[in-house]
């Protein structure tokens, strides 16, 4: 199994190392050449990793909201 899979979750990670590894799961499908089992670890690797990285923008878009609804609105 390659580095970009050898973690099991990646929930630790932040927004910005989930999408950095989210791009070189990526660049490494699109290369072609990898054997199908381990395709298909990229495959649930990345999309583990785009729904971590949504998770992490919903919790910063909330806090924003909070914060302005704190300010009245205000930006």
Not at 46 to 53: Q, R, S, T, Y
Request: charged share 30%; with cysteine.
């Amino acid at each position: 199994m390659s580095e970009t899979t050898s973690r099991p979750d990646g929930d630790e990670l932040t927004y910005e190392q989930a999408r950095e590894e989210l791009v070189a799961v990526v660049q490494r499908l699109e290369s072609g050449g990898v054997p199908l089992d381990e395709s298909l670890a990229l495959w649930e690797r990345g999309e583990h990793l785009a729904a971590l990285c949504q998770q992490r923008l919903d919790g910063a878009r909330a806090k924003v909201d909070a914060a302005r609804a704190r300010n009245g609105g205000q930006d």
